[in-house]
């Protein structure tokens, strides 16, 4: 049995129909996140030019360092203080958040609270 949708699963159509949104912002570039078992990764990225200007995980050096584990939530503060330093010395400070379908709790929003606190816009 075939199915009309060619994207792939709902999670994916969702995924692609948010970024679209996000994306007709063109004045902010997007801090998009990335979860997965072990690491965390932030990156914003400007959509007009589709390029990467700012990353940081839980593989970076500067955060690697700091933390034992890379699953807690003291680990994605790092990463969001890291990402808010980053993004500061490059002077952007307005960008559109991307959570990427996770829910906004846990090291999603421990993430979003330190980059905020760091002084980026959301």
Do not use: W
Not at 61 to 78: F, L, P, R, Y
Request: overall charge positive.
């Amino acid at each position: 049995m075939a199915t009309s949708r060619t994207y792939g699963s709902r999670k994916d159509i969702r995924k692609a129909r948010v970024r679209k949104r996000l994306a007709r912002s063109l004045v902010r570039p997007r801090l998009s996140i990335f979860r997965s078992n072990k690491h965390l990764y932030a990156q914003i990225i400007d959509d007009r030019n589709q390029k990467t200007l700012v990353c940081a995980s839980t593989l970076s050096k500067e955060v690697k360092g700091k933390i034992k584990k890379t699953t807690t939530m003291d680990a994605a503060k790092e990463v969001g203080q890291l990402i808010g330093k980053k993004a500061l010395e490059k002077d952007i400070s307005k960008v559109c958040f991307d959570r990427n379908c996770y829910l906004y709790h846990g090291r999603v929003k421990a993430l979003a609270d330190a980059a905020r606190a760091q002084g980026l816009q959301f």
